[in-house]
């Protein structure tokens, strides 16, 4: 279920504070941050700016230390363990820098995965889902091939249609062409856009002014604050 | 200046990680350790050829083993001689046999010899010193005249009882003392430590007549031999096959039976191994145990390399970019092993050491009533050892420093830099834990398995119902001196001899039965629960068509009276009386066991059973005069014990010794002080020893097992140490491999029960191949040790289930405890772990 406004994800005044022996390290500081269906977001920032660390707590793979965080309307920002594992399995996709496909398994099982956690779905309806996903990247034809066997643009895709499998409300993508060349990194982009052209909502964290532009909005953070919100063809407000 | 640098950067790097380094070390000095431990024990008690003072090998020769009486079998010396003479395969030979003799008595002017003591004799030819090349320390050996028929008795001593009776006084040569109640003369002392052939206190002269018969005799005695220069063991057996076709061929009829089915009658063996051959494959099992524990031990290592080379995998590769030569790390990787396996070795010899120590120990109480220990039964760890410990730590040295190092060396090391970790481990890596991890799980099954089998076998035996009551009951052993009761088969005096023998066995249990704290008393050749081994018997008219598809049973010598003190009833039929004490009398008493198989209808009194050996040899027949409950003979953990028991009469057969078993109330002391008295009272020139209670008496045969049996402890222990260690170390690495794994999954929404239940069930199929193929192995090794030690159905219950399970609880929390630490992490730190 989702605000009537369309908000999807809405942060407040979140913080998130690491420990080190003695050392408070603060990667984000008084996050405020509002994220509609169907908006295509780009996060962008120098290096340890926090940008990652944003993406992983809206991904719910780690918990803030302060502040709220609503996603469909739900508070989401104290769940246990199961709670959160349900929700990224149910309502988010991820797409990593460095693919993340299971070496052990194959492009099909890979795209599989995440529904195979997933009770209300039988396996024929699973089956079709990856043969749906697959058919969206096109890679339908390397489905029994295992990663090793892909080049690293293709690993991507596999990686993209095990995020949208299971319909997420939300893609995160956390470099998704930090790892490509030009030519790969241009297929996985177009992909996105496709994606949200089809009314997908996606999270991208990117060093590439590039590829961030092709977002709707951009969020710049410098030092654990967001330091700007602008729409994509609005100029930078850092350097990065 | 380099090497120096290097040597400090290894140190750095060991100090840096101390649990590693230690743990490195530790398991290091336990295989090594093991190693040279038993090289020691193997070596000094079976494998070490024995030399003594010569070039060639002293080997022994005998008939073939009897495997049904689980004993050595001793050859007729004129076939041993005609072999020796025909074959020239010996440097020289020798014949002995063993036995006891009493010095001392009320004639003796030594104060510990007042009463006569029991010695261990060894009954020997003339060449027994010069052959083994060790003279006396005083006096002289044996010469010729001592041999003769009407030549004075003479004894030499060893240098224990000279020190412990003779007060080392050098003054005892030619001094008369009593051997078994007759006059002789002390001729020698040996050397400290010499007690050859096997575990002499004294030795005695054998009749010229014996030694060198001029045809063949009944006699039989084992044989002592130096092989002849360039003659190996393999070559004397050869050749005495080829006399043993010769025997066969030729032998009269009386002489057959000592001619085995398969022919082989005389046989050459390694000297030491001969007198084990009954706990051989005991001794081969402990070999391979301690083998596995060694691989054990080096998949431990191993894993513990191969964590370190995932762990330092990048700083490798750093250094490989920024120009280090290959040469360089691959000899800093190498310090580091030579100071591991170093420390590693000298910790080892400690281990070794004490371990030597503990054993010497062991034996020394094992054997501490009967003196029976043999002479080279006292380990060392001698130049041979530390050879082996030096080439196994050179050996080490190379194998875990180049190891990691050509690991290491061989990677992609930009792959590496880029991807971190991933890139460098992967699928070959995971099959490797995989396969290490199975690995521990199969030897540590079986190590445990063997360990447990062995120790439970001795448990129960020890804790075994042998059908008799051994509470407040005293055993000793009491022998006739020879000269007093002598023997004179062949002659008329025989019968009268047998009568006069059995009488004063009747009138020492006469005057023990009236003693005021003395119950009862029993007498036996073996009692209850010990004297294994068993004959073939047919029952008139059911004879099998082969001697050996007939039953058999062990047979006892017993004085009528006896079963009360032994908590034993006569059940059908009766006791033996003055009847069965006349000459020719043939009765037999049979237990419950043979009369429920054979005569299940109740009618076993009055039918008639004889024994049935090879060849054709019968015995006569005898009847059946009573049933008595059952009782068992021998270790119940021996595979020559028997359930199945026949009694003889001792009255007309008149033995030389006889176990006595004693009923007694009140205290142990005074029953014993009774005990002597009693004896002494008939006659003090007859023996009495070994007394101990009937519960300890039922432990000495299986002492030398038990004791086997606590070094597999031992060895059960350090495995059940290694595996756990061992399993979980593996287990963790492996799981820790896939942390970025995890977290993918944890991404995507697996939940964290699902997670686990995968290691689970990872772990499971693991288990089940490790369980399966070390069960299998197990029961092949039990298998083979079970031709020398009957494996009860509880140990086999406790070891094949327990162990199974142990490891499977191992395997749990070896799985679950990493499998755990994994998921508490956030899945953003795990999908970034490195």
Known sequence: MQNQDNTLVALNALDKIFYTDDVETHALEGINLTIRQGEFISIAGPSGCGKSTLLSI???????????????????????????????????????????????????????????????????????????????????????HFPSQLSGGQQQRVAVARAIAGKPAIILADEPTGNLDSKNAGAVMELLDKLHANGATICMVTHDPRSASRADRIIEIFDGKVVADRPSETPSAIAI | MSLSIEFKYSMRMLLKKPLFTSLTILIVAIGLGLTVYTFSLLNGLVFKPLYLNGENEIVAIEAQFDHNHLSRRAADPYHVNLAAKQLGIFENHGFFTEGTTFIGGNSSQYSALFTAKKMNASYTSVNIFDMTGIQPLHGRGFIQDDFVDGAEPVVVLSYDVWQQYFNADPKVINQQVALDAMPGRIVGIMPEGFSFPDKAQIWQPLNERIVNPVEATFSSYLAFARLAEGVTIEE??????????????????????????????????????????????????????????????????????????NERIKEVAIRLALGIPRKKLMIQMLWESVFICTIGGFLALLFAAYGIELTNNMFNQAFAINNEKPFWWTLNIDSQAIVILVFSIIAMVLITGLFPAYKALKSDFNAVIRDGTRGALGKKAANIGKALVISEIVLSCVVLVMATVLLSTGYFASKADYGVETTSRLTAQLQLPPEKYPVRRDTEHNYQDRINRSQVFYRIKSAIDAMPNINASAMMTQLPGTGEGTSFFEIEGRAAAVYNENPYSNNELIASDSWRALGMKVIQGRDFDHRDAEDGALSIIINQSIASAFFPNGDAVGKRVRRAGRNGQRGDWFTIVGVVSDTFHGSTMSSSSASYNSYHSMDNLGPMRQYIAVHYTGDEKT???????????????????????????????????????????????????????????????????????????????????????????????????????????SIVLTDYMSNTIVINPESYGIALVGIPLLITFMVIIATYIPSRSILRLEPSDALHYD
């Open chain 2, 671 to 777: 029953a014993t002080a009774a005990l002597m008295q009693a004896v002494a009272s008939v006659d003090s020139d007859v023996g009495i020893y070994h007394i101990q209670t009937y519960d300890n008496l039922i432990q000495q045969p299986m002492k030398l097992l038990l004791s086997v049996s606590k070094i597999f402890l031992f060895c059960g222990v350090v495995a059940v140490i290694l595996a756990a260690s061992g399993i979980y170390a593996m287990a963790s690495n492996s799981i820790l491999t896939r942390t970025q794994e995890i977290g993918v999954r944890r991404a995507i929404g697996a939940p964290d029960k699902k997670i686990m239940l995968m290691f689970l069930k990872q772990a499971a199929t693991q288990l089940l191949i490790g369980l399966a193929l070390g069960i299998t192995l």
């Open chain 1, 58 to 144: 809206l991904g719910l793979l780690d918990t803030p230390t302060n502040g709220n965080y609503q996603l469909s309307g739900h508070n989401v920002t104290s769940l246990d363990k199961d709670e959160r594992a349900l929700i990224r399995n149910e309502k988010i996709g991820f797409i990593f820098q460095a693919f993340n496909l299971i070496s052990d398994l194959t492009v099909q099982e890979n795209v599989e995965l995440p529904l195979s956690y997933r009770s209300d779905i039988s396996k024929r309806e699973r089956q079709q889902l990856v043969a749906d996903a697959l058919k969206q990247v096109d890679m339908q034809h390397r489905a029994n």
């Open chain 2, 236 to 309: 004397a057996q050869a050749g005495l096959d080829a006399i043993n076709q010769q025997i066969a061929s030729s032998i009269k009829e009386d002489f057959n039976f000592r001619i085995p089915d398969d022919g082989r009658y005389l046989n050459v063996l390694p000297y030491k191994q001969a007198s084990i051959t009954q706990y051989y494959n005991i001794f081969i099992a402990l070999l391979i145990v301690v083998f596995l524990i060694l691989l054990l031990a080096c998949i431990n290592v191993s894993n513990l390399l191969l964590a370190r080379v």
